[in-house]
């Protein structure tokens, strides 16, 4: 599968943006879909995911602010951003973990993910 993430920007702290990543491919569907994010001179770190039947788990950093979502029918994983602040800047990437026909596991580990898109970067000023 092939991923492409796009919807960044510079906003101010307060504001909000939606991330998306479409997917090549007919199976998008047995994929667990992850955002991670990159900030300069850190590890990839993870954001949220979200697996086929819609369960999802986040970062403590972003709970309550930052709300994963995808359309298997569109093959498009979504992030949606709230209260963004200075802390939220970074290059953000999707990844997926494929899971197979009934697979449905939730993981926050760079290693479990196959496939990355080419990120998109997010600045938020103070």
């Known amino acids: 599968v092939q991923l492409q993430a796009s919807g960044g920007g510079l906003v101010q702290a307060g504001d909000s943006l939606r991330l998306s990543c479409a997917a090549s491919?007919?199976?998008?569907?047995?994929?667990?879909m992850g955002w991670f994010r990159q900030a300069p001179g850190k590890e990839r770190e993870f954001v949220a995911a979200?697996?086929?039947?819609?369960?999802?788990l986040y970062a403590d950093s972003v709970k309550g602010r930052f709300t994963i979502s995808r359309d298997n029918t569109k093959n498009t994983v979504y992030l949606q951003m709230n209260s963004l602040g200075p802390e939220d800047t970074a290059v953000y990437y999707c990844a997926a973990d494929f899971q197979g026909a009934f697979g449905s596991r939730l993981s926050g580990k760079v290693d479990e993910y196959e496939h990355w898109g080419q990120g998109t970067q997010v600045t938020v000023s103070s």
């Open positions: 491919g007919r199976t998008f569907s047995r994929y667990t």
């Open positions: 979200i697996n086929w039947a819609g369960s999802t």
